[in-house]
């Protein structure tokens, strides 16, 4: 409002605004848990489950990354964010 209109406009609140921002909200992600559909549930936990037991043995931690081209990434959870966001950019 202010933008559009300076001179009538001194401040204004937003009823839909960000109050706080963050770089982890994995509060997202768990409402998702709560409300979606149990057996979609199931399946993600068990896809979750699955690339960790990759990354945990040495023998295909780097293989599981080289199937989505992230062979050269070197912190794990930057690997598990951008699977993440593929999720959801589907």
């Not at 001194?10 to 848990?33: E, K, M, N, Q």
């Not at 399946?43 to 080289?66: G, S």
């Amino acid at each position: 409002m202010r933008v559009l209109y300076p001179d009538l406009v001194f401040g204004a609140i937003s009823s839909s605004g960000v109050v706080h921002a963050t770089t982890d909200d994995w509060y997202y992600f768990d409402i998702i848990r709560q409300f979606a559909p149990a057996p979609c549930m199931a399946r993600v936990a068990e896809a979750i489950d699955e690339v960790d037991a990759l990354l945990e043995r040495p023998e295909t931690h780097d293989a599981v990354k080289a199937v989505f081209g992230l062979q050269n990434l070197t912190y794990d959870p930057d690997f598990a964010s951008l699977l993440s966001v593929s999720a959801r950019a589907s």
